[in-house]
C-alpha cells in the first residue's frame, strides 16, 4: 500500500490510500493517528471513504507530529569510502523535531544565518508501533514502511561543532514524503532502493540502500511509533 497525509480546503488533514489516480479517505485525520490503532493495516487497506484527486493534491508531512525522529549518520558505506573514512562501529545519532518536517511539494524556508545550505535524499523507516529493547524480529515488525527525505542541512552551524543538531534542526527546512510504502511493496523491511537526488535536473547524489552499514531493524529497535528514521549520509 502507498499511505499519505494530505490537507484538504477545510483547512484539515486526513489520512488517504493511493488507489490509481484516486486518494481514499481511511476515516482519520493523519497516518500518526492511524498507526496508533493496532489494526491499521485492515483498515487502510479496506477503508471506503470519500476520494479526492490525486492531481493537485496538497501533501503534509507523511506523520506530522511524531514522538521523535532519530536519524543515523554516516550510514551510506559507499559514501563513507569515498570519504576515505573507516566504517563506523556504531551509528552516528542525532534528533530532528517535528516542526523541522514539511510536506513534500512545500517550500522549504532558507535561514537568514546561513550561507551554507545543503540538501541530502534520505531513505526515510516509519516506526508504527513502540518498541524497546526489541530483538530484530520485533523491530522488523514494528516498521510500518518507508518513505524519501530531503535531510536540508544548515553546514557552517551544522560544524561548528563535532555535534550535528544545531544545523539539522531549522523550522521548515525537510521535505518528508509524499508517500508511505509499506513493506510488501518493496520486498519486505531490507529493501535495496536507488536514491536520488537532483538539481535543476542535474543527479548530484545517487547510491543504494543496499549498502546501508546499519540497517532498518536496527534503527527501530529503540524507537517509538510512528518515529521516522532517517539513515542519513
Known amino acids: 500500500m502507498k499511505l499519505a497525509t494530505i490537507r484538504t480546503a477545510e483547512g484539515t488533514t486526513r489520512a488517504v490510500r493511493l488507489e490509481d489516480d484516486r486518494l481514499v479517505d481511511l476515516g482519520v485525520p493523519d497516518l500518526g493517528t492511524l498507526l496508533t490503532d493496532a489494526a491499521w493495516q485492515t483498515i487502510a487497506r479496506d477503508a471506503t471513504g470519500p476520494a479526492y484527486d490525486l492531481v493537485g493534491a496538497d501533501f503534509a508531512t507523511v506523520v506530522p507530529n511524531p514522538s521523535k525522529v532519530i536519524c543515523v549518520g554516516h550510514n551510506y558505506s559507499n559514501h563513507i569510502k569515498e570519504m576515505g573514512r573507516e566504517l563506523p562501529a556504531y551509528p552516528t545519532l542525532f534528533p530532528k523535531?517535528?516542526?523541522?518536517?514539511?510536506?513534500?511539494?512545500d517550500d522549504i524556508v532558507e535561514p537568514a544565518e546561513t550561507d551554507a545550505l545543503d540538501w541530502e535524499v534520505e531513505l526515510v523507516v516509519v516506526i508504527g508501533q513502540e518498541v524497546r529493547r526489541a530483538d530484530d524480529s520485533q523491530a522488523e515488525a514494528a516498521i510500518a514502511g518507508f518513505t524519501v527525505m530531503n535531510d536540508v542541512s544548515v553546514r557552517d552551524?551544522?560544524?561548528?561543532?563535532?555535534?550535528?543538531?544545531?544545523?539539522k534542526i531549522w523550522d521548515s527546512s525537510t521535505p518528508v514524503g509524499?508517500?508511505?510504502?509499506?513493506?510488501?511493496?518493496?520486498?519486505?523491511?531490507?529493501?535495496?532502493?536507488?536514491?536520488?537526488?537532483?538539481?535543476?535536473?542535474?543527479?548530484?547524489?545517487?547510491?543504494?540502500?543496499?549498502?546501508?552499514?546499519?540497517?532498518?531493524s536496527s534503527w527501530s529497535s529503540t524507537s517509538r511509533r510512528s518515529s521516522p528514521c532517517a539513515p542519513g549520509t
Request: net charge negative; aromatic share 10%.
Open 97 to 105: 523535531f517535528a516542526d523541522t518536517l514539511v510536506g513534500a511539494n
Open 157 to 167: 552551524w551544522q560544524f561548528r561543532t563535532i555535534e550535528w543538531t544545531q544545523g
Open 178 to 216: 509524499p508517500f508511505l510504502v509499506t513493506p510488501e511493496e518493496l520486498g519486505g523491511v531490507r529493501p535495496a532502493l536507488r536514491v536520488r537526488t537532483t538539481v535543476d535536473g542535474q543527479v548530484m547524489q545517487s547510491d543504494d540502500t543496499g549498502t546501508l552499514l546499519f540497517d532498518p
